[in-house]
T-cell receptor
Framework: DTGVSQDPRHKITKRGQNVTFRCDPISEHNRLYWYRQTLGQGPEFLTYFQNEAQLEKSRLLSDRFSAERPKGSFSTLEIQRTEQGDSAMYLC???????????FGSGTRLTVV | AQTVTQSQPEMSVQEAETVTLSCTYDTSESDYYLFWYKQPPSRQMILVIRQEAYKQQNATENRFSVNFQKAAKSFSLKISDSQLGDAAMYFCATMNRDDKIIFGKGTRLHILP
């Protein structure tokens, strides 16, 4: 197992376009988390899944954001009609028992121009 | 709601010396977990150390140890024998029973050769 994988590593898009990111968690992990990190800040929670069920969504996640985890394996995070304020690093993490801490991926850096 | 405060945006330490990073937090729960994560430049978040709030004994991982003061809601990280590879952003974080990790804004640690 190579850990948590995120694709793409970098994405540059024009304002108003839609983007989709993918996260492949560690295979035996049933929980998957999405965070957003802007420059110089700590990661902010967006949403998380236990298996295929989305258990919580942050108020930060506007209607333009949607996340899925079909079949409880990989997850996608889609941002519709991107705005410059969406520029950030999007981090995915997974865990089996969350109190042990999460394993993070390397993130997808989104730049909206 | 959980909050995490790291009052030191940046710190520097001479190689081989000891440095302590401060963290205070707030939570209404009695059962929770505390973490320190390390984020090297352009690299993924790595779990450094974790502490269960119900344990009085301070956690230790090799050169990393914590000073957990539950009544004061303080959770500082001590790095002994600092090495150049310790240079990174360090994030203090908490997790309640809702399984959601909340991060502080981070402390950037510089190691001086």
């Amino acid at each position: 197992d190579t850990g948590v994988s995120q694709d793409p590593r970098h994405k540059i898009t024009k304002r108003g376009q839609n983007v989709t990111f993918r996260c492949d968690p560690i295979s035996e992990h049933n929980r998957l988390y999405w965070y957003r990190q802007t420059l110089g800040q700590g990661p902010e929670f967006l949403t998380y899944f236990q298996n295929e069920a989305q258990l919580e969504k942050s108020r930060l996640l506007s209607d333009r954001f949607s996340a899925e985890r079909p079949k409880g394996s990989f997850s996608t995070l889609e941002i519709q009609r991107t705005e410059q304020g969406d520029s950030a690093m999007y981090l995915c993490a997974s865990s089996f028992l969350s109190h042990g801490g999460y394993t993070f991926g390397s993130g997808t850096r989104l730049t909206v121009v | 709601a959980q909050t995490v405060t790291q009052s030191q945006p940046e710190m520097s330490v001479q190689e081989a010396e000891t440095v302590t990073l401060s963290c205070t937090y707030d939570t209404s729960e009695s059962d929770y977990y505390l973490f320190w994560y390390k984020q090297p430049p352009s690299r993924q978040m790595i779990l450094v150390i974790r502490q269960e709030a119900y344990k009085q004994q301070n956690a230790t991982e090799n050169r990393f140890s914590v000073n957990f003061q539950k009544a004061a809601k303080s959770f500082s990280l001590k790095i002994s024998d600092s090495q150049l590879g310790d240079a990174a952003m360090y994030f203090c974080a908490t997790m309640n029973r809702d399984d959601k990790i909340i991060f502080g804004k981070g402390t950037r640690l510089h190691i001086l050769p």
